[in-house]
């Protein structure tokens, strides 16, 4: 098993930006693959970003603004978000894939953090 701790969430204005991280601790983190997803209250967990040992990839809202990456030396995985738009508002969730595909389904990834919120004002 692995255990998910994300941080980096905030207030932002309008085109600013933010990072995310997201520490793994327990089973051995390059034997995943990781996720970013995010959510709205009343709305479905919307896939953002994937990474596996070597690719990434991107949903719509995140392509051309959002880069993801990892550090398998410190067992973390990152979000670097650029030119926010308020629609970014939404909590943001790190995921861990056991299999390492490249997947933007959220039934391929097994373990899921608490989630941090990204408040994004006009």
């Known amino acids: 098993q692995v255990q998910l701790a994300e941080s980096g969430g905030g207030l932002v204005q309008a085109g600013g930006s933010l990072r995310l991280s997201c520490a793994a601790s327990g089973r051995t983190f390059t034997t995943y693959g990781m996720g970013w997803f995010r959510q709205a209250p009343g709305k479905a967990r919307e896939f953002v970003a994937a990474?596996?040992?070597?690719?990434?990839d991107y949903g719509d809202s995140a392509k051309g603004r959002f880069t993801i990456s990892r550090d398998n030396a410190k067992n973390s995985v990152y979000l670097q978000m650029n030119n926010h738009e308020p629609e970014d508002t939404t909590v943001y969730y790190c995921?861990?894939?056991?299999?390492?595909?490249?997947?933007?389904?959220?039934?391929?990834?097994?373990?899921w953090g608490q989630g941090t919120q990204v408040t994004v004002s006009s």
């Open positions: 990474i596996n040992w070597g690719s990434t």
């Open positions: 995921a861990a894939d056991p299999y390492v595909r490249l997947s933007r389904s959220i039934g391929s990834y097994a373990y």
